[in-house]
């Protein structure tokens, strides 16, 4: 069975900080990983994708992940955060043979605040 | 090119009454989902419907029934609602469950409230 934590259920940063928002995954399998965004009162959109190759993923709005295997990780990070990115941010994962029929496995999520 | 739609947006309701969520996606997706998001849980899954004339249950099935009307609506019923069943509730579709890669589109969500 797979898994995901997300290790900061709260990060507060300043406004052009840079940002890093763990996720860890647990799988027998090989998987897909993903990151989804959700601002205040709205559904979840896809930020960012690691399907397979390169281990560097850039997604929208400035935001790249990186795939670690070894470490089973998918960390999201950002150099120079805006308000705007206040948000919450939920880690996924998939089962790369289609397991459970393919469905995503969340996080817990975390919620980003940006401040001035 | 809706996406995905959910009404109603917004609902109250007393102990024990009925109603049903609907969802539609305009995408030609083959698979639906349905999700409650509730604080500090992330998203679980009610049920999902792989394809037209299938569902399944997913994590939390307690107290639900779906409805895969066709290829576009997917239906969620609480056919007798209870405190617990507060939430936010989803739906999202992807072109192909199963299949591994699963990028799903998600609705705007109905914030429900169950006094």
């Known amino acids: 069975a797979q898994s995901v934590t997300q290790l900061d259920s709260q990060v507060p940063v300043f406004e052009e900080a840079p940002v890093e928002l763990r996720c860890n995954y647990s799988?027998?399998?090989?998987?897909?990983l993903f990151w989804y965004v959700q601002y205040p009162n709205q559904g979840l959109q896809l930020l960012l994708k690691?399907?397979?190759?390169?281990?560097l993923v850039k997604g929208i709005n400035g935001f790249e992940a990186e795939f670690n295997k070894s470490q089973t990780s998918f960390h999201l990070r950002k150099p120079s955060v805006h308000i705007s990115d206040t948000a919450e941010y939920f880690c996924?994962?998939?089962?790369?043979?289609?397991?459970?029929?393919?469905?995503?496995?969340f996080g817990k999520g975390t919620k980003l605040s940006v401040k001035p | 090119n809706a996406g995905v739609t959910q009404t109603p947006k917004f609902q109250v309701l007393k102990t024990g009454q009925s109603m049903t969520l609907q969802c539609a996606q305009d995408m030609n997706h083959n698979s639906m989902y349905w999700y409650r998001q509730d604080p500090g849980m992330g998203l679980r899954l009610i049920y999902y419907?792989?394809?037209?004339?299938?569902?399944d249950k997913g994590e939390v099935p307690n107290g639900y029934n779906v409805s895969r009307l066709n290829k576009r609506e997917f239906s969620l019923r609480l056919e007798s609602a209870a405190p617990s069943q507060t939430s936010v509730y989803f739906c999202a579709s992807s072109v192909e469950g199963g299949q591994g890669y699963n990028e799903q589109f998600f609705g705007p969500g109905t914030r429900l409230t169950v006094l």
């Open positions: 419907s792989a394809s037209e004339g299938t569902t």
């Open positions: 799988s027998s399998v090989s998987v897909y």
């Open positions: 996924a994962v998939s089962d790369l043979y289609g397991g459970s029929q393919g469905n995503l496995i």
């Open positions: 690691y399907l397979s190759g390169s281990t």
